[in-house]
């Protein structure tokens, strides 16, 4: 480490003791510790996905979601992925698209109801 960051460091962990912290500092050379806190596992956080990736792109493009107009409704059937899950990803797909606040969602017995209300 160079010695302006040496001396950098050492004002830092000066600072923090006198303010009574607990710290870890991770230099790349050396792990820093003060108190009792712990470094956590540096794993990656892994999800389990319950539907392959791109399921709900491939399902709202094949809609047609992508051209709907202001004023256009497009009805979304749930099928086995459930009520929440389409409402969920449809609001998420919608935003990314078009932006917050330019469409509703609702759902139905069986659906789940877009309507684009207004442009980007």
Same mark, same amino acid.
């Given at each position: 480490?160079?010695?302006?960051?040496?001396?950098?460091?050492?004002?830092?962990?000066?600072?923090?003791?006198?303010?009574?912290?607990?710290?870890?500092? #991770?230099?790349?050379?050396?792990?820093?510790?003060?108190?009792?806190?712990?470094?956590?596992?540096?794993?990656?956080?892994? #999800?389990?996905?319950?539907?392959? #990736?791109?399921?709900?792109?491939?399902?709202?493009?094949?809609?047609?979601?992508?051209n709907?107009?202001?004023?256009?409704?497009?009805?979304?059937?749930?099928?086995?992925y459930?009520?929440?899950?389409?409402?969920?990803?449809?609001?998420?797909?919608?935003?990314?698209?078009?932006?917050?606040?330019?469409y509703?969602?609702?759902?139905?017995?069986?659906?789940?109801?877009?309507?684009?209300?207004?442009?980007?």
């Open positions: 480490m160079q010695a302006i960051k040496q001396e950098a460091l050492k004002r830092a962990i000066t600072y923090l003791d006198s303010l009574g912290f607990d710290y870890i500092i #991770r230099t790349g050379e050396e792990d820093i510790v003060k108190g009792s806190l712990q470094i956590a596992d540096d794993k990656p956080k892994t #999800r389990k996905h319950h539907f392959a #990736r791109g399921t709900f792109k491939a399902l709202y493009e094949s809609l047609g979601i992508p709907m107009k202001v004023g256009d409704v497009m009805s979304i059937p749930v099928g086995t459930g009520k929440i899950k389409i409402q969920s990803t449809i609001s998420s797909y919608a935003a990314n698209l078009w932006g917050k606040g330019t509703i969602t609702t759902t139905s017995k069986d659906s789940v109801e877009i309507m684009r209300v207004k442009e980007r």
